[in-house]
């Protein structure tokens, strides 16, 4: 199958392909526009036409055969025509701010899981240790509001390293409240303070079984 082909497959809705290349990292670039004539303002629900300026974005997308994939999207800004300010058109499957495709987020997720360690899951997807922290740690808070029936009597307490800081911010941990009987998590706080253990103390049930 030509690679345009298997690029279209492989675009997010309401997007049409400009071409395929080459990134000077080697990832594949699939450089894309959205295909929407109109789109509705986000303040007013007014719907607009009127294109104020164009911008590029580029956005990280789960790998396909093991190569890293690239979104380059020439995104549109409108003009509201009844509150009269720009908004930059959405594109389905990223949520506003962020520079990865949820798919992408969620491909990390999984081989979290199942790879044998998180440098292999870093090196795989070109992620900074920050992002893959952060994705692993809500990705375990969902598991663990899913799973949490148990009401352990003996919990243990710890603080773990999160993210290193630099000259701009400080070095993060997080607090972890664990399940001494059978070993699992039970709830985890960003930081480490004593407000931060209180936090993470307060939110998990069954707490008043703990002796």
């Known amino acids: 199958m030509p690679e345009s082909s298997l690029a279209q497959m492989y675009l997010l809705p309401e997007m049409e392909l400009i071409r395929v290349g080459r990134g000077p990292t080697g990832a ?41 994939v690239r979104l ?4 549109r800004r409108f003009i509201c025509p009844n509150c009269k300010k720009p908004f930059t058109e959405p594109v389905g499957g ?9 798919r992408y987020t969620r491909a990390v997720q999984e081989a979290c899981d199942d790879f044998v360690d998180l440098k292999t899951v870093r090196e795989r997807f070109r992620c900074s240790g ?6 692993l740690c809500r990705h375990l808070e969902l598991k663990l509001r899913q799973k949490r029936t148990d009401r352990p009597e ?6 773990h390293f999160f993210k ?13 409240v664990v399940n001494q009987t059978n070993g699992r998590p039970i709830e985890v706080a960003d930081g480490k303070s004593g407000a931060d253990v209180e936090t993470a103390v307060a939110r998990f049930s069954g ?5």
């Open 72 to 75: 380059l999207i020439h995104k």
């Open 154 to 159: 003996r919990v243990g307490i710890d603080e």
């Open 130 to 135: 920050g992002y893959l922290y952060q994705v």
């Open 164 to 176: 290193r800081g630099n000259g701009f911010e400080r070095t993060r941990f997080v607090t972890m």
């Open 28 to 68: 594949t670039d699939f450089v894309v526009r959205m295909t929407s004539d109109r789109e509705v303002c986000p303040k007013c629900a007014t719907v607009s036409r009127s294109v104020y300026d164009r911008r590029w974005v580029t956005i990280k997308d789960e790998p396909m055969r093991r190569t890293a």
């Open 207 to 211: 707490r008043e079984n703990v002796r």
């Open 94 to 102: 990223i949520i506003k701010g962020k520079r990865t495709t949820e």
